[in-house]
């Protein structure tokens, strides 16, 4: 279906009161904040704080329990499955890790592909042979390029491992693989884990040209430059809950997610499980990391 050009490429995303809860207690609660399309997004807070599970609430991968938030107005929970079909993952550990044995040309052809089956008009499907390689061939190139990720600086080009690849140049790749789809939500966890200064600074000016450039931008960090809009998950302070509950609510959203999701096959996308015995009333408002945890850990079961 054709974008009605008259519209912005990039989702506008608002939430209000955005709360989610796993067994152990919420993992989040009380966000809100309201982002323009074509925003650059930082989902600030200290690992464990639930940067995570809001990361997933908001790309319909976890559904939350109180509030809620709208993508490109289509409005949470209630249209999960369309906020996922319009938003993609970058690299988020435990959902959509890439695969250590696979080289880079390798990743990107099989999600091209995926793309191509799933998300392809009938039309595009039953186009030439030739033709459909060269639109594949063009996605990828258009995807490494707004990526920044240039083949031939790599060891070996394509046949790379992704095992071999530098921190930032696997963050490259996993945008690049995000970025497939054309996505007008493009979201990503741990943005500047294990980045030097220089390389932050680098990972920070490509997501902004990224957002520049359209593409609405949810990236979670440790601390966020003091250009870019932010919303925190710490408690008290804007809207958070630490990680352990993080993690814990994303390891069962995968359990239990959406049957519709297996259509796209681009990332793992999860929802969060509905309050369980488990978390009985003296777990209720149990925000510590091991809540998060748990959360995540469900989510990489997917």
Not at 78 to 88: D, F, L, N
Not at 103 to 108: K, P
Not at 158 to 183: N, Q, Y
Request: glycine share 8%; with cysteine; aromatic share 2%.
């Amino acid at each position: 279906m054709e974008a009605n050009p008259e519209e912005p490429h990039g989702a506008a995303v608002v939430a209000d009161g955005f709360g989610l809860k796993g067994p152990r207690g919420w993992v989040f609660r009380g966000v809100g904040f309201r982002a323009e399309p074509g925003s650059l997004v930082a989902i600030e807070g200290p690992s464990g704080s639930g940067r995570t599970c809001l990361l997933l609430a908001l790309t319909g991968r976890m559904k939350p329990q109180e509030g809620h938030a709208e993508v490109a107005g289509l409005r949470l929970p209630r249209k999960m499955a369309a906020v996922r079909r319009i938003s993609a993952l970058g690299p988020v550990p435990g959902v959509s890790d890439l695969d250590p044995a696979f080289t880079v040309a390798e990743h990107l052809r099989e999600r091209a592909l995926l793309q191509r089956r799933y998300d392809g008009t009938l039309r595009a499907l039953l186009r030439p042979p030739a033709e459909r390689a060269a639109a594949t061939k063009a996605r990828i190139e258009a995807a490494l390029e707004a990526s920044g990720l240039d083949l031939d600086t790599l060891p070996k080009a394509g046949r790379t491992s992704v095992r071999d690849l530098e921190r930032l140049e696997a963050l490259r790749l996993s945008i690049a693989l995000a970025l497939i789809s054309r996505p007008r939500l493009l979201a990503l966890d741990d943005t500047d884990l294990k980045l030097s200064d220089a390389d932050r600074t680098e990972a920070w000016g490509l997501l902004r040209s990224i957002a520049d450039a359209g593409t609405t931008v949810l990236a979670v960090c440790a601390e966020a430059p003091a250009d870019v809009l932010k919303v925190t998950t710490v408690p008290g302070a804007t809207e958070d809950t630490p990680e352990d509950a993080t993690e814990e609510a994303a390891e069962e959203a995968a359990e239990d997610a959406p049957e519709d999701e297996s259509r796209h096959g681009t990332d793992t996308e999860v929802r969060a499980e509905d309050d369980t015995e488990a978390g009985a009333e003296d777990d209720t408002e149990d925000t510590t990391e091991e809540g998060a945890a748990d959360a995540l850990a469900e989510t990489g079961r997917a």
